[in-house]
């Protein structure tokens, strides 16, 4: 890295420790619905919840990848998912029940959404994303984070890990055959979603009903 790289990366430390408040209150709104699922449903449609920060390493080298200006105000206004949370559910109609119920807050702006349910990357990849800003109450100012949130099954986050493991073994470049297996394998924990659902529609009622 060069000079005002690092300088940037120094300045950037100050700053994250308002994405961390962002996690903070995204935690708070998603673990106030676990709970009160737990108390107030047969069925709580979070399995777990994981959240990271991304290292000002990373976030420089994001922008650098994006060819940004090197300053904070264009990492503020263009990089999303310095702040990130993983929602994984049991099923699929979980996943966007939870997606309507946190950005249906009145505190929450909805940046952006990327359904790769509905429409899977062409690797197989599947699962929701969307970009949120939640306000951060500081001593002298509200601040607005940006938090990405990625919402997805058991089953998608089971292959998506496996993925992204092989992704970085072979640095990059996958041999043909294992994507077309990933691929395959995508399309198995696609019909387990789907027989899960039906499974559990069949146990509970339909999901609708709630
Ligand atoms: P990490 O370490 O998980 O954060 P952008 O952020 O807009 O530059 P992009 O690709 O347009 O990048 O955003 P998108 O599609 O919303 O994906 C961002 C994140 O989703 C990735 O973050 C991954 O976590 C996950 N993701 C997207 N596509 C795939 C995929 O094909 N396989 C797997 N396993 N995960 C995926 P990062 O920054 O790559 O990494």
Redesign the pocket.
Known sequence: MDPPQIALQREFRRVLMVYKFGIDEMMTKINILREEFGFTHDHNPIEHVKSRL?TPESVVE?AVR?NLPLTLDAIRENI??IA?IRITCSFVSDVYRIFDLITGQHDIRVVQV?DYIARP?P?G?R?L?AIVEVPVFMSDRVQPVFVEL?IRTVAMDFW?SL??KI?YKYDKAVPAGLLDELRAAAATARDLDVRMEALHDQVHGSRQSF
């Open positions: 991304k994001k994006k999303y998912d990130g990327k990357k690797n990849y699962s994303h990625q998506a993925e992204h992704f």
